[in-house]
């Protein structure tokens, strides 16, 4: 989905200008990324496309996070956002609404003009009643920042967006509490927001805004909704992204130091997710075992399907997470673990999984060609699995711009609660380097023995979705372990990021920017003495 580089793209583009606005383009990235990259009807070949959704950043200021997500979707050459507010610049502090006349100084997909904050759910207002009169089915998404719902002309849209009954008009809310010189509840409450946009007569739904599903969920919800506008109160956190930038109004429109954006970039690289098994453990109910997940803070669910045939044990099949897939809107990472996969591929599509892997061994290039074409069709992340004594095929490296998820796996395949197999630990440090040099940008994926000191060597590995059936299901405290499993996923990046700026001779200078994420970790990382002399 692209959010990674979302914000990728934006610090650089911050740091080169030297000023910009990261916390409000961070707290945004998952909402532009589900709308370009899942929701919205556009053409980037065609931006005056008659019948195309529109997007209306009235919260100009995200523009950074915004200008990216426009590049990555195809509007314009993702170099070009280093010239970020420079003279001369496409791209200007806030954005400027494209037409033949101000090609000069803005890029194609620019609705609207931004930077006085209040006014674009008015415009949004006027482009959502020409489409009506015009018989249209284009759909209007419109970005609101809580600082901004300051602006009168915010509430006055909104009587006027009720009483044409506009259902085709959506706002979001980027409710991340912070605006420009402090937390918004301080400045001027907004709470209970909720109740203030019902009372205008919206359908209000509410969101965690990081969550890409619960935002598509929110926005199929909002699409079905008739003779009411829909406002998705999305609650986010500034800075999200970047641990020491979160929550901090300081970050909200500072740029970072140049030197630091090495260290920045590998941060946002190194998102970790962890997916429990729910195979593993005592054999209890799956539905309990997914709410129990969710509820611990997983990131995903691992579903390991095994056909008694590819591997000598059987477990779920589609049939199963079609039945799980109500109770959850968590991502469904599922492992085939079967022979002739393109047999069944349909099964798993069909039971809305957001991640489908194959085994290569399962597989020849035909038929992996023809499953990632269809996964790809249906929006689902293609990934292949590949067991420890098997060596990455050549063939492969020609299928790695299709493919999301690369499982590495750490046990042989079968059994959960297996011993890791610590010979697994080069090859995918080699893979991962290998993988990178030939451009692959998904995942890698470790499935196998993982716990608290295995997790921090696959990590140094390279792998970033950390599956973990026993270390989570063979516990009495669930919840306590996925917290566990977390804490050393932390550390593992707290450490890495410490030697690469010790390599980069701005060791202090990074522990003084980042002190108060530190603090909790130094006895670990060995720099407590360090740490406290920093004033
Ligand atoms: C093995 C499976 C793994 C396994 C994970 O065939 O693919 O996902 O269940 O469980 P643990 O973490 O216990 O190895
Ligand atoms: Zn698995």
Redo the contacts with the bound molecule.
């Keep these: 989905m692209k959010i990674r580089d979302i914000r990728m793209l934006a610090i650089e583009g911050i740091a080169e200008a030297g000023s910009g606005h990261p916390g409000a383009s961070f707290s945004a990235a998952e909402i532009m990324a589900s709308l370009y990259f899942r929701k919205m009807r556009h053409d980037p070949s065609n931006p005056y496309w008659e019948d195309r959704d529109y997007f209306i950043n009235s919260k100009a200021h995200s523009a950074p996070g915004f200008y990216a997500t426009l590049a990555l979707a195809g509007y314009f050459p993702v170099e070009e956002i280093k010239t970020l507010r420079k003279l001369g610049s496409r791209l200007q502090g806030h954005p400027v609404r494209y037409s033949p006349q101000q090609k000069e100084h803005s890029v194609p997909g620019t609705e609207y003009s931004g930077g006085s904050e209040g006014i674009g759910l008015s415009v949004s207002i006027g482009i959502a009643l020409a489409n009506k009169l015009d018989g249209k089915k284009s759909r209007v998404y419109t970005l609101i920042g809580d600082g901004e719902s300051n602006e009168g002309q915010i509430w006055e849209a909104a009587m006027a967006a009720a009483k044409f009954r506009l259902e085709k008009l959506t706002a979001i809310l980027d409710r991340n509490r912070i605006q420009q010189d402090g937390f918004t509840e301080d400045i001027m409450p907004l709470d209970p927001v909720r109740d203030k946009w019902a009372a205008f007569n919206w359908n209000v739904i509410e969101i965690n805004g990081h969550k890409v599903e619960d935002i598509i969920d929110a926005i199929n919800k909002a699409n079905e909704v008739k003779d009411k506008p829909t406002i998705i109160i999305a609650n986010t956190i500034k800075g999200n992204g970047i641990k020491h930038m979160t929550n901090n109004p300081q970050w909200h429109g500072k740029a970072p130091p140049r030197k630091h954006v090495a260290l920045l970039l590998e941060e946002l690289e190194s998102e970790c997710l962890i997916a429990p098994?729910i195979?593993?453990g005592q054999p209890q109910n799956y539905e309990e075992k997914v709410r129990m997940a969710e509820r611990g803070g997983a990131d995903m669910i691992?579903l390991?399907v095994m056909d008694g045939k590819f591997?000598p044990n059987i477990s779920l099949f589609a049939d199963t997470i079609g039945r799980l897939r109500h109770i959850t809107n968590l991502p469904f990472d599922a492992?085939l673990?079967i022979e002739r996969p393109l047999d069944h591929i349909q099964d798993y599509i069909d039971a809305r999984c957001d991640i489908i892997t194959v085994h290569v061994e399962a597989c020849d290039e035909n038929s992996l060609s023809q499953i990632t074409d269809r996964l790809l069709l249906h929006g689902i992340s293609p990934g292949i699995a590949i067991n420890p004594a098997t060596d990455f095929p050549e063939w492969l490296y020609g299928y790695l711009n299709k493919i999301d998820v690369i499982i590495v796996?750490s046990?042989n395949?079968?059994?959960?609660?297996?011993k890791f197999l610590p010979a697994v630990l080069p090859k995918m440090m080699l893979l991962n380097k290998e993988l990178r040099k030939h451009g692959f940008k998904g995942y890698i994926e470790a499935?196998?023995?993982?716990d608290s000191t295995t997790l921090q060597q696959v990590y140094s590995a390279g792998a970033r979705i950390l599956?973990?059936?026993?270390?989570v299901y063979a516990t009495s405290d669930i919840h306590g372990a996925i917290i566990h499993l977390r804490h050393k996923a932390n550390v593992a990046l707290e450490k890495s990021l410490l030697d690469h700026a010790d390599s980069l001779g701005i060791k202090s200078d990074w522990m003084k920017a980042r002190k108060h994420i530190l603090i909790p970790f130094s006895n670990e990382l060995g720099i407590e003495e360090d740490i406290h002399a920093i004033k």
């Design positions: 098994s195979i593993a691992h390991d591997v492992h673990m796996m046990v395949p079968g059994f959960a609660g297996q499935d196998g023995g993982i599956v973990a059936g026993s270390a």
